[in-house]
């Protein structure tokens, strides 16, 4: 409890008052913060006594921005605009003391002050973009005042933070400190003879006005690539900083603010947020505990064992990678070593950190290896007899309440736990390809799964860097069964008629970077039809392409023809799609644009819906989760499930029932809850699924 409030204290240290804010978990400008942070200014103006002002926040946090569960409710004063005018016109300097993160709402309350200092790992950013928004609090009018135009709209245009270092060779922190928190900047508030305004630096910006296009050509790379709405509006508002006079910047950075909160593209971002968040939560009994995960063996050195041996090296957790055959092991170990100087060459790491995280994995051959280990990675590949022979050897070796995880896109867990005698430690761990680079987890709880080896998995998740989420245990589990509809609906669209180019396009035009077929094509057609082969399927037209030893990139041609990585549309395919509808009795007729993502998409939320019912996924927000991080569903769009109640429940029942009719394709009936949800007038979000899944 502070002296102001309950969420900020003021104190006073050798002329200097210490404003400190302290409203866990991050500090987020919620209406209490802003009131005591007005209350501390009026109290302190005026007083003779005060010759400086120390604005300070936790260890974690200075700030986290402004508090997001805020928006789309009526607003509530004082704003976040008025408490930084408050500030900035203090009569007494004010110091930002930075450790911690300064973001969004935060970092435009630091630039509101007339100096700021940081700690070494402070990280200074405007994220607004990532969900959706732009700085709404002065952020695009300050920011290029202090570190000038290019430097501004790269931060605000991808929303990247920067570190103490970085904002002290930008001029956007003045001294980056050691000593004390925040007694080290209260000593350096005292040393301050100058209170200047940001907003009144507009030397910073005097070649930009002298050359009108020069904002343009700064920001042109920085828009490529992206549909949302929200870079461009952050251009915009920039832009105001170099047109406008300071209050009409600031009067236009808020009315395109406005739009963008308002907006469907900031709701879904918003939601994505959030969704990301709970869905990491594990529904468990309470109280359940993880086990402790000191060090972790992974049997198999191929691309998906080497990358999550990297997961756990690079989480400081020593790992064992297990091989049969020495070749193997050497190729494994040999692959992981590259990634390393990769990364050590990008500088995403240094060359001691590339070596240090190397050095945590160790090359073994034979189960043995997995004696010590607190957790096994199974990670051989996706063959039934292959992954239980494994686990029964591993039930025999590895040590007492030792968690037992097998990394498989599709098989059953139930059917691998069963090859032990302690079903209860098993479960699926589903990484993602590349499994270093990827963020989706998918934590397949079996049958018999305790909830203390699903905690020690989630746990482990977060140790990762990975969006862990708890699915049940079905064919390709949440992510790949709904994947599977839409290669289902993919394929029958080539049968009725459209150009393997059509589909991926209207997919691209959606938000995906890539198409269906590309990213078939990249992948390699062969990997698919072997799981199909596995399990009796069929996909007339990836079969037949396959025949005809088309298996993608890789051969040169799959849906497309390739020179090096660029494709281009080929005849012959269109031969073989037609004679595969021919075969089929199907007759052939143009197909629409917009009917190729309903009937791409919709389908996918039809097995969305099958999830929940199941109780496959815990929640909505889980499946968009999924989607997010291990499928590139476009941010903007919030996820499978939340794009569907933006379009709204009855067309999607409708359109799936159209859809049934023509094709006959009994998956394509809606869904018992997509029906009821839809009949009743409802939506996925804010239905309670939870409880289910427990
Ligand atoms: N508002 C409300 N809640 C927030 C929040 C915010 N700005 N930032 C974080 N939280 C909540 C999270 O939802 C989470 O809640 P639960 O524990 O209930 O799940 C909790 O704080 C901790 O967050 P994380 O789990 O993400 O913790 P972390 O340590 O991994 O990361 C962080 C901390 C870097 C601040 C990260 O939470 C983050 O990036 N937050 C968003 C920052 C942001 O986008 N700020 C801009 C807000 S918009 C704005 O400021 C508009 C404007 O111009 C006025």
């Known amino acids: 409890m502070g002296s102001i409030n309950a969420v900020v204290d003021l104190r006073h240290q050798n002329g200097v008052a210490v ?15 802003r009131t005591g942070l007005m209350r501390a200014m009026d109290q302190l103006r005026g007083d003779p006594a005060v010759k400086a002002i120390v604005l300070c926040g936790t260890a974690r946090a200075f700030s986290g921005g402004a508090d997001i569960t805020e928006f789309g409710k009526p607003p509530q004063d004082p704003n976040l605009r008025q408490v930084i005018a408050a500030v900035e016109d203090m009569p007494v300097p ?10 969004g709402g935060g970092l435009e309350l630091a630039l509101g002050c007339h100096a700021r200092v940081a700690w070494g790992t402070a990280r200074l950013g405007l994220p607004e973009v990532k969900l959706g928004l732009l700085p709404g609090a002065g952020g695009t009018q300050r920011l290029p005042r202090v570190v000038g135009l290019e430097k501004a709209l790269s931060m605000i245009v991808t929303g990247n933070p920067i570190g103490a270092k970085e904002a002290a060779d930008c001029g956007l922190v003045d001294a980056v400190l050691d000593g004390a928190y925040p007694d080290a900047a209260v000593a350096w508030a005292q040393t301050l003879t100058e209170r200047r305004r940001v907003r009144d630096r507009d030397d910073a910006l005097t070649s930009a006005r002298e050359d009108p296009g020069l904002i343009n050509s700064m920001a042109a790379p920085l828009l490529k690539a ?5 870079p461009r509006a952050c251009v915009e508002a920039v832009r105001g900083a170099v047109d406008l006079p300071f209050e009409e910047g600031l009067a236009n950075e808020r009315r395109l603010f406005e739009q963008l909160v308002t907006g469907d593209e900031s709701r879904a971002q918003r939601h994505a947020f959030f969704a990301e968040r709970e869905a990491q939560k594990a529904v468990l009994p309470s109280g359940t505990q993880p086990r402790p995960v000191a060090r972790a063996a992974v049997v198999g050195a191929g691309t998906m064992g080497g990358g999550i041996a990297m997961c756990f090296a690079n989480a400081g957790i020593p790992v064992t990678v297990i091989e049969t055959e020495q070749a193997a092991l050497d190729r494994g170990m040999a692959r992981i070593a590259e990634l390393y100087g990769i ?7 240094t060359p001691a950190q590339a070596e240090e995280r190397r050095g945590r994995i160790q090359g073994q051959l034979g189960l043995d290896g997995a004696r010590d280990a607190d957790i096994v990675v199974e990670a051989v590949f996706e063959d039934m007899g292959v992954k239980k022979q494994v686990f029964a050897e591993l039930d025999r070796l590895a040590k007492p309440g030792a968690v037992l995880a097998t990394n498989t896109s599709y098989l059953d867990i139930d059917e691998i736990a069963g090859a032990t005698s302690r079903p209860g430690d098993v479960l699926g761990t589903h990484f993602f390809s590349p499994a270093n680079v990827m963020k989706l987890l998918e934590i397949v709880r079996g049958r018999q799964t305790s909830p203390e080896v699903i905690a020690t998995a989630a746990d482990l998740g977060k140790k990762l860097s990975k969006v862990g989420v708890v699915v049940g245990n079905c064919f390709g589990f949440v992510g790949n069964r709904m994947l599977a509809r839409r290669s289902d609906a993919a394929e029958r669209l080539l049968l009725d008629g459209a150009s393997p180019a059509e589909v991926d396009a209207a997919l691209t035009a959606f938000g995906f970077r890539m198409g269906p077929f590309a990213m078939a094509d990249l992948a390699g057609l062969d990997i698919g039809m072997r799981i199909r082969r596995a399990f ?19 051969t040169g041609s799959g849906f497309y023809v390739y020179e090096g990585r660029n494709a281009t549309p080929d005849p012959e395919v269109d031969r073989i799609i037609a ?15 917009d009917e190729i993502t309903e009937r791409l998409i919709y389908p996918m939320i039809n097995e969305g819906a099958r999830i929940l019912e199941e109780g496959i996924a815990a929640r909505p927000g889980d499946i968009d989760a999924i989607w997010l991080h291990g499928y590139n569903w476009p941010v903007w769009r919030g ?3 939340f794009y569907a109640d933006l379009v709204g429940l009855p067309r999607i029942r409708d359109r799936l029932q159209d859809f049934h009719a023509a094709t006959g394709d009994k998956a394509l009936r809606p869904a018992p809850l997509l029906s009821k949800l ?17």
């Open 19 to 33: 404003v400190a804010m302290d409203n866990a978990p991050v500090n987020a400008l919620g209406i209490a913060l």
């Open 94 to 103: 004010v110091v930002a003391a930075i450790q911690g993160v300064a973001l």
């Open 226 to 230: 992206s549909g949302a709405a929200a």
């Open 343 to 349: 990364s050590a060459k990008r500088g995403s790491i």
């Open 536 to 554: 009796g399927k069929r996909a007339p037209v990836s079969d037949a392409l396959c025949d005809a030893g088309r298996y993608g990139q890789k």
């Open 579 to 593: 004679a595969e509808s021919e075969k089929l009795g199907i007759t052939r007729h143009p197909v629409g644009a």
């Open 639 to 641: 996820g499978p499930m």
């Open 678 to 694: 839809a009949d009743a007038g409802q939506g996925f979000a804010g239905q309670d699924f939870g409880a289910r899944a427990a």
